[in-house]
T-cell receptor, first 114, second 112 residues
Framework: DGGITQSPKYLFRKEGQNVTLSCEQN?????MYWYRQDPGQGLRLIYY???????QKGDIAEGYSVSREKKESFPLTVTSAQKNPTAFYLC?????????????FGPGTRLTVT | QQQVKQSPQSLIVQKGGISIINCAYE??????FPWYQQFPGKGPALLIA?????SEKKEGRFTISFNKSAKQFSLHIMDSQPGDSATYFC???????????FGTGTRLTVIP
């Protein structure tokens, strides 16, 4: 089956710890994205990457870091600098091109930091 | 600043009724307007999308109406069913930019 996998589905961490969320896709998409979803705020873009070894900050990148060493993988690290990390995190991917293309989303990871 | 404004925040509709969700945008460079459907605990999935060269697009019970001059677009769900109960997001983007700007979402509940 082609698609995007995110693991784990639920993640619990203590305040002050860094945590890395996994995102893998086998759709052969060039572009990958990380969004954060909070109730009543929709989806907000954290980081995106259009090519291996390159990525761009989104609207709320502070306190987060990413890497793109392989086309199919785009892990997100939530650092201790992120003031309010508890949220639902969504990874997405799309093909690249001049036109707009559908973004395919993974099932998400719910992170709870206490 | 919210690039795409969506209303209402929540909506309750009787089975068989019409559900209407509205969105407005400011950036006239936007030329792609998708709607995503999200079930609890899942990622969003593309439902239907429109480009500004048409004023309406219909796929089954789902219709997007687009008003370019008013910079508004809306999703109509005809003959709403309990299985349509989900959160719906409108979004917008422009050619050459892969970023999607999402609305804040509408939680639709269809009661039997």
């Amino acid at each position: 089956d082609g698609g995007i996998t995110q693991s784990p589905k639920y993640l619990f961490r203590k305040e002050g710890q860094n945590v890395t969320l996994s995102c893998e896709q086998n759709l052969n998409h060039d572009a990958m994205y990380w969004y954060r979803q909070d109730p009543g705020q929709g989806l907000r873009l954290i980081y995106y990457s259009q090519i291996v070894n390159d990525f761009q900050k989104g609207d709320i990148a502070e306190g987060y870091s990413v890497s793109r060493e392989k086309k199919e993988s785009f892990p997100l690290t939530v650092t201790s600098a992120q003031k309010n990390p508890t949220a639902f995190y969504l990874c997405a991917s799309s093909i690249m091109g001049g036109q707009n293309y559908e973004q395919y989303f993974g099932p998400g990871t719910r992170l709870t930091v206490t | 600043q919210q690039q795409v404004k969506q209303s209402p925040q929540s909506l309750i509709v009787q089975k068989g009724g019409i559900s209407i969700i509205n969105c407005a945008y400011e950036n006239t460079a936007f030329d792609y307007f998708p709607w995503y459907q999200q079930f609890p605990g899942k990622g969003p999935a593309l439902l239907i999308a429109i480009r500004p060269d048409v004023s309406e697009k219909k796929e089954g019970r789902f219709t997007i109406s687009f008003n370019k001059s008013a910079k508004q677009f809306s999703l109509h769900i005809m003959d709403s069913q309990p299985g349509d109960s989900a959160t719906y997001f409108c979004a917008a983007s422009k050619t050459g930019a892969n970023n999607l700007f999402f609305g804040t979402g509408t939680r639709l509940t269809v009661i039997p």
